[in-house]
């Protein structure tokens, strides 16, 4: 670091960090709401691309104010609530932005300002959004998954996540391999669907990123996400039957963040 940098108080690199990740997770937003309509993931009015129109209530169809569009702080003035009509703001939306003030900060204690850094910070707003669209719509799109196995793939060409590229290649035909294998023999067994082709391609873009050998831990703690996440729901009262649609997502995204904090933290079979 250089000497001005070195003059730069320590906490001002966590509070840029948490508000990059703050505004990248009001985009995210934004990929969440649109996106899975745009790719014909599921039904419904076109919500408009990425770029454009301007962010709008999806009741009215008003649009939101500049004012209220700053990140967190927009939801605290509206008091979660639409300026116009008063509509309920879904609590998915500051959320999605503390979880992408929380990747900045995750991703700059670990990693400090490098690289791989910025790397870790990509992967945790793919996992967010992946998750999160995966939890509304029981889609994870291609686009989403497919573009994160590429990246692992890069970023261990770039001697980042110390996997070789060779490894990283395996570790994503491993991962999309195995859970592709489990979902036919569930078919074959139980005429149902176990997993999804999203759910392998996601396990495949992790291995992707940290090698074949992080695999299991990684399934493993989905799997406790999963059968928690089941049971908290049981407990509200949800009825959970043998063909109710469970997805597998989320668990898999939180489990892959954990995997990036493992490894940012050296811990055996993570490093």
């Known amino acids: 670091m250089d000497s001005a940098g070195a003059m730069t ?19 995210l937003n934004v990929v969440i709401y649109r996106g899975p309509v745009l790719w014909k993931l599921v039904d419904g009015e076109k919500r408009g691309n990425l770029a454009s129109p301007r962010s709008y209530c999806p009741s009215c169809r008003k649009p939101i104010r500049s004012l209220h569009l700053i990140p967190l702080a927009g939801y605290a003035m509206l008091g979660g609530k639409c300026a116009d009509c008063s509509a309920p703001i879904s609590l998915r939306y500051p959320l999605v932005e503390v979880a992408g003030a929380a990747a900045g900060i995750i991703a700059l204690a670990l990693f400090g300002l490098s690289l791989e850094g910025a790397g870790a910070f990509v ?14 719509t029981g889609y994870l799109p291609d686009v989403l998954t497919l573009s994160l196995m590429v990246l692992g793939v890069v970023a261990n060409a770039l001697d980042l996540f110390n996997a070789a590229p060779g490894a990283a290649i395996l570790g994503a035909i491993v991962g999309y391999g195995a859970f592709r294998l489990v979902d036919m023999i569930f078919l074959r067994l ?12 996601l396990l495949g873009a992790i291995g992707a990123w940290f090698g074949w050998p992080v695999l299991p831990p990684v399934v493993f703690l989905a799997a406790i996400m999963a059968l928690i996440g089941v049971g908290l ?6 009825h959970i039957g043998r063909e109710t649609p469970i ?25």
């Open 9 to 27: 108080p320590h906490w001002v690199f966590f509070v840029t960090a948490a508000a990059l990740g703050a505004v990248l997770g009001s985009f």
């Open 123 to 136: 992967f945790f707003l793919y996992l967010i959004a992946l998750g999160a669209i995966d939890a509304e």
């Open 190 to 201: 139980r005429g149902i669907e176990g997993l999804g082709q999203g759910d392998a391609k």
């Open 233 to 238: 729901a049981a407990l509200r009262g949800a």
């Open 247 to 271: 997805p597998f997502g989320p668990a898999l995204a939180a489990a892959g963040g954990a995997a990036m904090i493992a490894h940012g933290l050296n811990l055996p079979y993570f490093s």
